[in-house]
């Protein structure tokens, strides 16, 4: 009996979201297709059926740790009624917590896109900059406004990107610390960083 779109699709994100614990675990390039279609409780051929190639994987890995996880933080800096202080500290809050559901893809987002095709690397590059340049917009203007104190809002939002980035690559849960108090602490480190007048940022 044939399966279902919605079947076959369904599959499909399984196997993406096994694919994203393996290549976060051993490295892209560590991780065959036949080792991969063995995680997934299926024969090699079979994941053909779903996927042109294991680069297809890592793109579609890729798209939903930055194209989703991306989006939905830029929310929080578009808040003209609350200060850039607020608007920072529900940034960064919100990078730590909503990272959770998606660490694996967003670790080998920025570990191994750089093993996608030429046509899909330029895709994502282009989204990462774009997030990357609205942040720092979003710095500048909150220096412009007085709340932030820093001599260059391009280096600061860099900066503040790769702090956020790194969590997941030293973070374990269970742990010392909770995820929500890693967002805590780093919620009032980067506003120290950023030399926020309005200091917002209280533990949740």
Not at 23 to 31: D, I, N, T
Request: glycine share 8%; charged share 25%; aromatic share 10%.
């Amino acid at each position: 009996m044939a399966r279902s779109p919605g079947t076959v699709a369904r599959r499909a994100d399984e196997i993406v979201d096994i694919a994203a614990r393996l290549f976060y675990e051993r490295g892209y390039q560590s991780v065959s297709t036949r080792s991969l279609a063995q995680a997934a409780g299926i024969q090699g051929g079979s994941l053909y059926h779903h996927f042109v190639s294991k680069e297809e994987i890592l793109y579609r890995i890729v798209q939903y740790g930055s194209g989703e996880f991306f989006a939905g933080l830029l929310p929080h800096l578009e808040a003209p009624e609350t200060s850039f202080s607020e608007r920072l500290d529900r940034f960064v809050r919100g990078y730590i917590t909503d990272a959770q559901p998606r660490r694996y893809a967003i670790a080998v987002l920025f570990r191994d896109m750089t093993h996608l095709s030429p046509e899909h690397f330029a895709e994502l590059q282009a989204v990462r900059r774009h997030f990357q340049q609205r942040v720092q917009r979003f710095l500048a203007d909150g220096v412009t406004a007085g709340e932030f104190a820093v001599p260059d809002a391009k280096l600061a939002g860099i900066a503040v990107l790769d702090l956020l980035k790194g969590v997941d690559a030293w973070m374990r849960e269970p742990g010392r610390l909770s995820r929500r108090q890693v967002a805590d602490a780093y919620a009032v480190l980067v506003l120290n960083m950023m030399g926020a007048q309005t200091m917002g940022a209280q533990p949740r």
